[in-house]
């Protein structure tokens, strides 16, 4: 048997002789298979693929029996679907059966008349990898990037598809064949202009806190960031997540490779975060500088069992750059807790995550007051 999965169509009429006798039915293989008429693979799930894929059968009056099989080829049985689309009224699916120890199933259909009839047949096919990657070029003054998409479409089925409608669920469709055990690169989302934002962050749980207590370089991640919304030219549908490469123009015809990240999946209206290397141009100093136990209980014997903890933390931020610089700041504070000042605006991220965003001016300064109680802490 080939590889290639395909749809056999037999016609079987019943013969009747005598009222006495009975018939055996048998399945019949035609040699001569009808064509697909049109195929589609769906890629919106990034687990499963589905196949839809239209062919013409010809239909005798009363009882006919169609064969589905596959040899080698990675289909998932229980979801094979079969409609009928040129006369629904008039041909009806009466039951499907799966013959022992085969890779088959036989569709028995009654039609009201000889004809032949359009169906259609989808089914979900494992083995058919995608990968989505990103191509941005920024510009020199790093405001603005030219974005594009690329699918990449690899086929490890067992089936061959010499024309198909490929459709993800965002981004153009396009007509592609692709052979089992081939690769293709397919253009399928060009936003053209796209904003964004460069922006610096800082965790207190990844970065040093006091740059001058070591003896290296401290560089702060830097990313561009790129807000999914129609003012950015996208904002259509959520971009998958995939390979990121990031160049910037280099004032002389040509460009240069800033950075390589894996991004994650960007919902409507989200931020797609992109890391292109480390920078030195902002400094980070954080200090605690209050951590004294307050509130404390005692039980009966004079062991202290239970207190809050009252702490100061104090971040110093400067920019050497010419520029204005947007640091995104990440402080984390476990178990209870509650701020009693703080000199910046801070958004939740979790129960024991905030964050910040500070602008710091060009050759400036900025700094951040934490005064806040860790609460009810067991000793």
Not at 216 to 229: A, E
Request: contains cysteine; proline residues 3%.
């Amino acid at each position: 048997m080939k590889k290639n999965m395909y749809l056999k169509s037999v016609i079987m009429l019943s013969m009747f002789c005598f009222l006495s006798l009975s018939v055996a039915e048998a399945r019949i293989k035609l040699v001569a298979l009808p064509k697909r008429a049109d195929t589609i693979i769906r890629l919106d799930n990034p687990q499963f693929t589905l196949i839809e894929e239209e062919r013409v059968l010809t239909l005798q009056q009363g009882l006919n029996k169609v064969d589905f099989s596959w040899n080698g080829v990675s289909i998932d049985p229980d979801s094979i679907r079969i409609d009928i689309l040129s006369h629904s009224d008039q041909v009806t699916l009466l039951n499907v059966s799966y013959p022992p120890n085969e890779n088959a199933l036989v569709w028995e259909i009654s039609s009201a008349g000889a004809r032949e009839e359009k169906i259609r047949v989808s089914y979900l096919l494992s083995n058919i990898d995608r990968l989505i990657t990103y191509k941005s070029v920024a510009d020199k003054a790093e405001t603005q990037v030219n974005f594009k998409s690329h699918l990449i479409l690899r086929n490890f089925s067992g089936e061959d598809f010499a024309n198909a409608k490929v459709l993800l669920d965002y981004g153009e469709s396009f007509e592609e064949g692709i052979r089992h055990e081939e690769t293709k690169q397919l253009l399928f989302l060009k936003a053209g202009t796209v904003p964004i934002e460069k922006v610096w962050q800082w965790d207190s749980k990844k970065q040093i806190w006091d740059p001058e207590e070591v003896d290296q370089n401290v560089g702060i991640p830097v990313h561009y960031r790129i807000t999914n919304t129609t003012d950015s030219n996208l904002g259509q549908n959520a971009l998958w997540n995939g390979k990121m490469r990031v160049f910037q123009l280099d004032g002389h015809g040509s460009t240069i490779l800033l950075g390589e990240d894996a991004v994650d999946l960007t919902p409507v209206g989200e931020d797609m975060e992109v890391y292109i290397g480390d920078s030195r141009d902002l400094v980070v100093t954080q200090r605690k500088m209050v951590d004294k136990q307050t509130n404390i209980r005692r039980n009966t014997s004079g062991r202290v069992v239970l207190y809050d903890n009252e702490e100061q933390v104090t971040a110093k931020i400067e920019n050497f750059k010419d520029t204005n610089a947007k640091l995104k700041m990440v402080q984390h504070i476990p178990g209870e807790w509650d701020m009693h000042s703080c000199n910046f605006e801070y958004k939740k991220e979790n129960a024991n995550t905030i964050e910040f965003e500070i602008d710091v001016p060009a050759q400036g300064k900025a700094e951040l007051v934490m005064h806040y109680f860790r609460r009810n802490i067991r000793n």
